[in-house]
């Protein structure tokens, strides 16, 4: 009986004294909605690099602004990379992500121009 209990109480403290593992990273940035006629440009976190057209609740179309090259066996969250910020400016969609990489939106084309950066973002420590 005595050994069972040390064995359950060695096993407890063994459990409990693992350091609890803390993310690496914040909450990626909520970008609000950017508002054209008669669009609304977002940009979804559920969808990384991802620019989504929207009218009256529907979704219109979307476009991959740059992809994500992930590595295997390293945490992804350390990897992502999402949009930061969106404007309008005239007929052309300015989007910036995480990494300062800067990108272009032609909205009548949907032809993505990398102004900063590049089209496949990869892990950098």
């Known amino acids: 009986m005595k050994i069972s209990i040390f064995v359950v109480l060695a096993m407890a403290v063994a459990v409990l004294s693992v350091?609890?593992?803390?993310?690496r990273r914040h909450a990626p940035v909520d970008v609000?909605?950017?508002?054209?006629?008669?669009?609304?440009?977002?940009?979804?976190?559920?969808r990384m690099g991802?620019?989504?057209?929207?009218?009256?609740g529907e979704l219109v179309w979307r476009r991959q602004i740059y992809?994500?090259?992930?590595?295997?066996?390293?945490?992804?969250d350390v990897q992502a990379v999402f949009i930061q910020?969106?404007?309008l400016?005239?007929?052309?969609?300015?989007?910036?992500?995480?990494?300062?990489s800067a990108y272009q939106l032609d909205l009548d084309?949907?032809?993505?121009?990398?102004?900063?950066?590049?089209?496949?973002?990869?892990?950098?420590?």
């Not at 350091?19 to 993310?23: G, I, K, M, Q, Y």
């Not at 609000?32 to 559920?46: I, L, Q």
């Not at 992809?67 to 992804?76: H, K, M, P, S, T």
């Open 32 to 46: 609000p909605p950017v508002r054209g006629e008669p669009m609304e440009y977002r940009a979804p976190h559920s």
């Open 19 to 23: 350091p609890v593992a803390h993310a």
């Open 109 to 125: 084309s949907l032809e993505v121009e990398v102004v900063k950066g590049t089209l496949v973002e990869s892990f950098k420590p």
């Open 50 to 56: 991802c620019v989504e057209a929207w009218q009256g």
């Open 85 to 87: 910020t969106m404007a």
């Open 67 to 76: 992809a994500v090259r992930f590595i295997v066996g390293l945490e992804r």
């Open 89 to 100: 400016k005239g007929n052309t969609l300015l989007i910036t992500n995480e990494r300062k």
